[in-house]
């Protein structure tokens, strides 16, 4: 099974929380159903994360309910 996407014509969104000086924040493309595409905003032309949509709502949730650490 091939599960590459083409994300070249991908419209990619940055995070509502990036400041104006160029700091660390991600670029998301929707319009993928299951999936959703994450990159560094810093690096357009790197590589993207492709998540299945469940593993990227935990995500977002984590990030919303406070601090992430490192186990």
């Keep these: ?3 590459a996407l083409d ?4 419209d990619w ?3 509502s929380y ?3 000086d160029g700091g ?3 670029e998301i493309a929707e319009g993928f159903p299951g999936v959703m595409p994450v990159r ?3 690096r357009p032309q790197g590589p993207a994360l492709v998540l299945p949509i469940g593993q990227w709502t935990t ?3 984590a990030v919303k309910n406070g601090p992430l650490t490192r186990n």
Excluded: H, P
Aim: some cysteine.
């Design 18 to 20: 990036t400041n104006g």
């Design 59 to 61: 995500f977002v949730e």
């Design 13 to 15: 969104r940055k995070s």
């Design 1 to 3: 099974m091939n599960l």
């Design 40 to 42: 560094d905003s810093k």
């Design 24 to 26: 660390a924040c991600v």
């Design 7 to 10: 994300l070249s014509n991908a």
